[in-house]
């Protein structure tokens, strides 16, 4: 387990697409704005307008063929961005941040997917990085039943969408077993159950935190 310091109001969601992450992020938004908090919705890669751009590079299906090395380094370029412009600006002024991914997706997708050495991921959260969420919500599905939610929904699949289901059952391993080891930061949530019911459950997760939380 990592020594980084968790910040309490930085409350990430992870999780396979067609899981509900966009739902789940309106609905965490509207129950903290509606208690005065301000909130600050974001997502990974992106969050910036520069690290805007790296999304689109590290997206595009008809780039040139991209090595995990170049992936990971790309991902964590785009995420310090992110955290010196987005994250840390928003709760040094005591906001709280919702962010659609963070670093648990680079050991879930860059390591356990692309098989990529998990120590120089760690390096990489310690120095580039430098802190963890003190909330991560885990929205866990079944490959196959997230890729039957979201077929059709868009025509031409972005680079890593079009990776084959074997990828996507690594990465999904992966962030789990990060899940096993820091129960007190993740809360696994059974996305196949009926979207209101994991709405219900991730803003009771949150309400949980948010009672202690400045």
Same mark, same amino acid.
């Given at each position: 387990?990592s020594?980084?310091?968790?910040h309490?109001?930085?409350?990430?969601?992870?999780g396979?697409?067609?899981? &509900?992450? #966009?739902?789940?992020l309106?609905?965490? /938004?509207?129950g $903290?704005?509606?208690? =005065?908090? *301000?909130?600050v919705v974001t997502?990974e890669p &992106?969050? #910036?307008?520069?690290?805007?751009r790296? /999304?689109?590079? $590290?997206?595009d299906? =008809?780039? *040139?063929?991209?090595?995990?090395?170049?992936?990971l380094l790309?991902?964590?370029a785009s995420r310090?961005?992110?955290?010196r412009a987005?994250?840390?600006?928003?709760?040094?002024?005591?906001?709280?941040?919702?962010?659609?991914?963070?670093?648990?997706?680079?050991?879930?997708?860059?390591?356990?997917?692309?098989?990529?050495?998990?120590g120089l991921?760690a390096?990489?959260?310690?120095?580039?990085?430098?802190?963890?969420?003190?909330?991560?919500?885990?929205?866990?599905?079944d490959?196959a039943?997230?890729?039957?939610?979201?077929?059709?929904?868009?025509?031409?699949?972005?680079?890593?969408?079009?990776?084959?289901?074997?990828?996507f059952?690594?990465?999904?391993?992966?962030v789990?077993?990060?899940?096993a080891a820091?129960?007190?930061?993740?809360r696994?949530?059974?996305?196949?159950?009926p979207?209101?019911e994991?709405?219900a459950a991730?803003v009771?997760?949150?309400?949980?935190?948010?009672?202690?939380?400045r």
């Amino acid at each position: 387990m990592s020594g980084l310091p968790s910040h309490p109001r930085l409350v990430s969601l992870e999780g396979g697409e067609g899981a &509900g992450k #966009t739902t789940v992020l309106a609905a965490l /938004r509207a129950g $903290l704005e509606a208690t =005065g908090r *301000e909130v600050v919705v974001t997502r990974e890669p &992106g969050g #910036t307008p520069f690290a805007e751009r790296i /999304r689109e590079l $590290l997206l595009d299906p =008809g780039a *040139e063929p991209v090595s995990a090395e170049t992936e990971l380094l790309l991902m964590f370029a785009s995420r310090a961005q992110h955290v010196r412009a987005t994250v840390q600006p928003a709760l040094d002024r005591g906001a709280w941040v919702l962010t659609d991914r963070f670093t648990d997706s680079s050991f879930a997708y860059q390591g356990a997917g692309r098989g990529l050495d998990q120590g120089l991921i760690a390096l990489l959260e310690e120095r580039v990085v430098g802190l963890r969420p003190g909330l991560t919500l885990l929205l866990d599905l079944d490959v196959a039943q997230g890729r039957a939610r979201i077929e059709g929904r868009d025509p031409r699949p972005d680079r890593i969408e079009r990776e084959r289901d074997a990828f996507f059952e690594r990465a999904r391993a992966g962030v789990l077993a990060r899940a096993a080891a820091e129960p007190e930061r993740f809360r696994v949530l059974d996305a196949s159950r009926p979207l209101q019911e994991v709405v219900a459950a991730a803003v009771a997760a949150l309400r949980d935190r948010t009672e202690g939380a400045r």
